[in-house]
């Protein structure tokens, strides 16, 4: 996908969604963890690495 979500913040610059400075093109948006109780425990099951990553190495690993 290459249209922008609207009212979605993205701050990860190497996921492959990420769009100018702050825009996710993703088509839908999954964040779990369903036991999170602080922010510090979400993710975003979304989240793909960008083979063109701005930052490598970046130290993910799948």
């Known amino acids: 996908m290459d249209r922008e979500i609207g009212a979605i913040t993205c701050f990860a ?20 963890n369903s036991s999170a109780c602080k922010s510090g425990e979400t993710q ?3 989240f793909k690495l960008n083979d063109c990553a701005v930052d490598k190495p970046c130290g993910c690993g799948d």
Not at 20 to 27: N, V
């Open 44 to 46: 975003c099951s979304t």
């Open 13 to 32: 610059k190497n996921c492959v969604y990420h769009k100018g400075q702050t825009a996710c093109t993703a088509g839908t948006i999954e964040v779990g």
